[in-house]
């Protein structure tokens, strides 16, 4: 005869099945191909639709420009100047600089001669580089895969590695004010693989908690689906 599982038994293997699964579609989602084309068919319109918020946000950018988790392609507008790319994956790494990873993070001050995108493997919140080293630190929807404390921490460093009077940007997708006034929106980012959806709110409490002081911030919507950015901006003292 067979043994009855019991209930508990029972939930905790389909809680670990469902877990397991979702893990297989993020590993998939780590190729860079994939993460692309995921990204247009999640959110439709997206591309032209947050271009005004970028032109806003990045029309002066020069210098230096350290680039926060910035996944395989460049995807916020090129500075005069050079972008440095800072992500855990080096298959994103080697896609964003054109095939190659650097080491050393002297190299940020003496660049190879037209090269315009340097590449360095780093979490966000131990980056490699020395205090004051860029005129702008950046990122693009990575804080939504980022943990409250690694979160902070990333912030800090991204301070941390900013000159005086350098910027900050921050962009990330939050939730809306009300979920059943954009249900899509709100779906799409409770099932987005990053597990840290924020609200506005949150996002500005964050922002305080790692530099204290005054944060410009700006809400627009990014896609067709009602899907809204959060951008938020720090110069730093």
């Given at each position: 005869?067979?043994?009855?599982?019991?209930?508990?038994?029972?939930?905790?293997?389909?809680l670990e099945n469902e877990k397991e699964m979702f893990n297989r579609i993020y590993r998939i989602l780590e190729i860079p191909f994939v993460?692309?084309?995921?990204?247009?068919?999640?959110?439709?319109?997206?591309?032209?639709?947050?271009?005004?918020?970028?032109?806003?946000?990045?029309?002066?950018?020069?210098?230096?420009?350290?680039?926060?988790?910035?996944?395989?392609?460049l995807n916020t507008p090129e500075p005069k100047g050079l972008i440095v790319g800072v992500d855990v994956n080096p298959a994103y790494i080697?896609?964003?600089?054109?095939?190659?990873?650097?080491?050393?993070?002297?190299?940020?001050?003496?660049?190879?001669?037209?090269?315009?995108?340097?590449?360095?493997?780093?979490?966000?919140?131990?980056?490699?580089?020395?205090?004051?080293?860029?005129?702008?630190?950046?990122?693009?929807?990575?804080?939504?895969?980022?943990?409250?404390?690694?979160?902070?921490?990333?912030?800090?460093?991204?301070?941390?590695?900013?000159?005086?009077?350098?910027?900050?940007?921050?962009?990330?997708?939050?939730?809306?004010?009300?979920?059943?006034?954009?249900?899509?929106?709100w779906l799409t980012l409770r099932l987005d693989r990053g597990r840290y959806a924020r609200s506005q709110e949150d996002m500005l409490e964050?922002?305080?908690?790692?530099?204290?002081?005054?944060?410009?911030?700006?809400?627009?919507?990014?896609?067709?689906?009602?899907?809204?950015?959060?951008?938020?901006?720090?110069?730093?003292?």
């Open positions: 005869m067979k043994e009855k599982k019991e209930p508990d038994e029972f939930y905790s293997k389909k993460y692309k084309l995921a990204s247009i068919l999640l959110a439709p319109g997206g591309y032209h639709l947050i271009k005004p918020l970028h032109r806003k946000a990045f029309g002066q950018s020069s210098g230096r420009v350290l680039d926060v988790g910035c996944g395989p392609t080697h896609q964003y600089t054109g095939g190659f990873v650097d080491e050393d993070p002297q190299l940020i001050f003496t660049p190879p001669i037209s090269c315009r995108h340097l590449g360095f493997v780093a979490s966000a919140d131990k980056l490699p580089f020395a205090d004051g080293s860029f005129d702008e630190a950046r990122s693009n929807a990575i804080f939504h895969h980022l943990p409250d404390d690694v979160a902070l921490k990333a912030i800090k460093e991204m301070c941390r590695c900013v000159r005086s009077g350098g910027r900050i940007v921050i962009l990330d997708a939050v939730f809306p004010v009300k979920a059943w006034t954009r249900p899509i929106a964050l922002a305080q908690k790692s530099c204290p002081g005054s944060w410009d911030w700006e809400r627009r919507t990014t896609t067709y689906t009602g899907q809204e950015f959060l951008c938020m901006q720090y110069i730093k003292e």
